[in-house]
Nanobody
Framework: VQLQASGGGLVQAGGSLRLSCKAS????????MGWFRQPPGKEREFVAA????????AYADSVKGRFTISKDIAKNTLYLQMNSLKPEDTAVYYC???????????????????WGQGTQVTVSS
């Protein structure tokens, strides 16, 4: 499975961005897809995740109510709609995908076998 993330950019605080993550290859082997981010000088952290064929979702408390994770199975694409952006949302955002037999703990990076290349999101104050 290959993942291609896009949609990052520079936005003012309060603005919105939508990230996309297109999966290619053996996408029928995907169980969960998620978004993580790595702020400057910090460790990678969980943002949101959802099961690929079902409707279960999970969000970090810091983004709950502002970010929405969604999917378009026909396009093999995962989205992250980010509204009411804050300067502390500034980070490189990564999409990830897990396999059915991977650990079912979507908040942890080690649960994911496949990673995209990252897309930079910068929120100015």
């Amino acid at each position: 499975v290959q993942l291609q993330a896009s949609g990052g950019g520079l936005v003012q605080a309060g603005g919105s961005l939508r990230l996309s993550c297109k999966a290619s290859g053996r996408s029928n082997n995907i169980y969960t897809m998620g978004w993580f981010r790595q702020p400057p000088g910090k460790e990678r952290e969980f943002v949101a995740a959802r099961t690929w064929s079902g409707g279960n979702t999970a969000y970090a408390d810091s983004v709950k109510g502002r970010f929405t994770i969604s999917k378009d199975i026909a396009k093999n694409t995962l989205y992250l709609q980010m509204n009411s952006l804050k300067p502390e949302d500034t980070a490189v955002y990564y999409c990830a995908a897990s396999r059915p037999f991977d650990s079912n703990t979507p908040r942890y990076p080690t649960s994911y076998a496949y990673w995209g290349q990252g897309t930079q999101v910068t929120v100015s104050s």
